[in-house]
């Protein structure tokens, strides 16, 4: 399933850039009108980046609710796809910055806040990183995982709309949301970046999480392992010792 | 070191008008500087002594939690009892907005404190505690700051902090709240 998911997502992405770079005209009313095809790459994966961040959150609630390992490695995944869009949300907006705008960082709002959200992730793969014991790793990274999360919706959704901070942004406002927002060719190339960055990203959280959930089983295997290994050496040992005193007794008579 | 920061910046800025924006960023930056010291004092010393053990055999989770944060709480408060005094006597502000100012040093105290003990709490039994714990505060803190050095601004210049105070309020709430409840989880490991 996973392989042909891949093969679906990769002919899809192809078929995205054709789209943007070859179907979908120039935007009239921009400075550069030709930036404006970013569009398909930039809002998806802001809006999915989100997603995976508030998913990477619920599974790690219910991590600290359950104590299921499971949860922590898909946690850790869909924390991973969130920071991977949240990248590439930084990146295309700073190319369309540059473009748009003239300089491609200007402490816009919401620039300021998807920094912000990707410094709070790396803090999580920091805290992450630093713990040794998994079981402490889980439940600290769970933890924090959860906090993070409950920033996302504030930091992307409250913060750049408080009013005295909304006036100095430089995005547009509810384009998405209005009828009269995007034309047809725009409209309909922007669900299909939905749609494709949406199976991209469950594409790669299934494979992230498949491994983890791997690590998990085998670190749980060689612990159940380690531990009757120990009870077997034990089991030898007093075997050992019991044997002896027939062996000595034997060595006499035959002394 | 928070004296120190409001006294430097006090006699650096000695004959120059420092705009409002600017008063309320060195406001901010020397209470968080006082804020930082304390870290120290809170969950890391628990761990470093083998107090924190006995914490976690004696006390339930909430009241561990309760106590660091009135800990850090009250240090606010004495801080803020010598550095706002101080830097009202440096730099003297012009036409402050007394409750905007107080609303808003009361709900970046708020969030302040919470992010800090929550963030102490996590990297106390790290391996890389100083410079972990400045990679976790610095973004948590960093919202924070911004809205309340915006709020204060817009005080200092004895206008309306309605829109920076609810961002603040949010965000303070959400720390307070959430901080315990994730707290309870992690703290028996």
Known sequence: ???????????????LVALAFFWMPPAGDFVSPDSARIILFHVP???????????????????????????????????????????????????????????????????????????IYAAYFALRGSLEDPRQRASFSAGYAVFAALTVPFLIFVLPRLPAIANSSLHPKDTLWTRD????????????????????????????????????????????????????????????????????GAAEKSG | MAVVTVVALGFASLGQNLNEGLQAGLLWVALLFGMSGALARGFLVEEETGTADLLRVGATPSSVYAGKWLFHGSLFLVLSAIILPLHALFLKPG???????????????????????????????????????????????????????????????????????QG??????????????IFERFWRE
């Not at chain 1, 670190?219 to 040992?237: C, I, Q, S, Y």
């Not at chain 2, 603040?168 to 409840?181: D, F, R, S």
Request: proline letters at 3%; glycine letters at 12%.
């Open chain 1, 1 to 15: 399933m996973n392989k042909s998911l891949l093969w679906v997502v990769g002919a899809g992405m192809i078929g």
């Open chain 1, 45 to 119: 994966a802001a809006i999915l980046c989100v997603v995976a961040f508030l998913a990477g959150g619920w599974f790690a609630w219910r991590f600290l609710k359950r104590r299921d390992p499971m949860d922590d490695a898909r946690s850790a995944a869909a924390n991973e796809v969130g920071f991977l869009l949240a990248i590439i949300t930084t990146t295309t907006g700073m190319v369309f910055a540059q473009q748009q705008w003239g300089a491609a960082w200007s402490w816009d709002p919401r620039q300021t806040s998807i920094l912000i959200q990707l410094l």
């Open chain 1, 181 to 248: 927002g995007l034309d047809g060719y725009y409209r309909a190339g922007l669900y299909s970046a939905f749609v494709l960055y949406g199976m991209l990203s469950f594409a790669l959280y299934r494979m992230r999480a498949q491994i983890g959930c791997l690590e998990v089983s085998i670190r749980e295997l060689a612990d159940r392992f380690n531990a009757h290994h120990r009870d077997r050496v034990g089991w030898n040992l007093v075997v050992s010792d019991e044997a002896e005193p027939p062996a000595e």
């Open chain 2, 95 to 165: 036409s402050v907005s007394a409750l905007g100012l107080g609303l808003m040093w009361l709900a970046g105290g708020l969030s302040l404190v919470s992010a800090l003990t929550f963030c102490g709490a996590l990297v106390a039994r790290t391996a890389v505690k100083g410079a972990l714990l400045a990679a976790l505060a610095f973004p948590v803190l960093l919202p924070m700051m911004l809205m309340a050095v915006s709020g204060t601004k817009t005080a200092f210049e004895g206008e309306s902090v309605w829109g920076a105070l």
């Open chain 2, 168 to 181: 603040l309020c949010g965000y303070g709430l959400m720390l307070t709240a959430g901080g315990p409840w």
